[in-house]
């Protein structure tokens, strides 16, 4: 299994290869020379944080075809989960974090177990039940979630002295954790248990026919999915020292969604390219609210028809050109 995934990987040419490094690095030491840029390391921040939500919905609705609508709760799961361990208990923010994921995927768990016996829209009214269950229980559960005030007073992370206190700083637990998780998603898309999900998502019976445990893989699809969104909200809640209901509702869904079906459902760069481009006008979509809503349900019905696959088949489309023209 490892020795067929190395062999994949030094097929992938030196050239991609060098710029991938080069885009890291860049990444790494952009924030330098734009310290005081503080909206721009936001918008960076949180290009990040989505990239990170918007790959468990790869997972999810990409490859095992599974329309999950509960993306935003387990979201908020991570978020609330941080809050409490952090604010309450005074846990340390990098353990929060993991714990945070694995509540968020262990109550993907005991959603997935009924949801998954459904398809289509059954499944996606299930898991929105399930978010519109976990919003509900964020404003009555006053004494533990603040209720529609709010939770204030969230810590922010850091080691020993050492606070992640800015914009500055926090940007570098952003990207560590985006790239963490791209390097995840990546490696996942090229290794058996990818392959099993796609052909899941394919051909569902023919998988089946196969031997494939189509149950089984389908819980842990939505439980790594769901671990995503989890570590994603807790960042958020550290972030912005300030969660509230308002930041987990169906409107962020519909949001998430538009992401997901400009990118491509399978495409993790298509993926990336959406999110880049939302996250950028997001402020001024946001702003037309209501007509925020209209225009997401505009995007996703011209894309769903005119480029199903998404940015992500474009992007496909323009690398075998341009390799079929390349000299060998």
């Not at 474009?314 to 390799?323: A, I, S, V």
């Amino acid at each position: 299994m490892e020795g067929g995934f190395y062999q994949r990987l030094h097929r992938i040419s030196r050239k991609p290869l060098r710029l991938l490094i080069l885009s890291i690095l860049f990444l790494v030491v952009l924030p330098f020379f734009i310290q005081d840029k503080v909206y721009i390391l936001h918008l960076l921040s949180m290009i990040y944080l989505n990239v990170v939500i918007i790959l468990g919905l790869v997972l999810i609705l990409g490859y095992t075809k599974q329309f999950s609508l509960g993306q935003v709760a387990f979201y908020g799961i991570g978020a609330y989960t941080t809050a409490v361990l952090t604010a309450n208990y005074h846990i340390s923010f990098f353990l929060a974090l993991v714990v945070s994921g694995m509540l968020a995927a262990i109550s993907a768990v005991f959603v997935a177990i009924p949801a998954t016996r459904f398809q289509g829209p059954w499944l996606a009214l299930v898991t929105f039940s399930f978010g519109e269950i976990i919003r509900i229980l964020m404003i009555r559960l006053k004494k533990i979630t603040g209720g529609f005030g709010g939770f204030f007073n969230i810590p922010k992370p850091g080691f020993g002295d050492f606070v992640f206190d800015d914009n500055f700083k926090f940007y570098y637990i952003f990207l560590a954790v985006m790239l963490v998780i791209l390097g995840i998603t990546y490696r996942l898309r090229l290794s058996p248990l990818g392959r099993i999900w796609i052909s899941m998502g394919d051909n569902e019976d023919l998988s089946s026919s196969l031997g494939i445990n189509i149950f089984f893989h389908k819980l842990l699809a939505f439980a790594v999915g769901s671990f995503f969104a989890g570590i994603a909200g807790s960042l958020y809640a550290a972030y912005a020292n300030f969660i509230s209901p308002e930041s987990f509702t169906l409107r962020h869904t519909i949001y998430y969604l538009s992401i997901l079906i400009v990118g491509g459902l399978e495409s993790i760069s298509g993926a990336v390219a959406a999110t880049v481009i939302f996250t950028l006008f997001s402020s001024y979509l946001m702003a037309l609210y209501p007509w925020d809503m209209v225009i997401f349900g505009l995007i996703i019905v011209l894309f769903v028809n005119l480029i199903p696959g998404g940015l992500g088949e474009r992007f496909d489309l323009l690398r075998n050109r341009f390799q079929s023209v390349s000299p060998k």
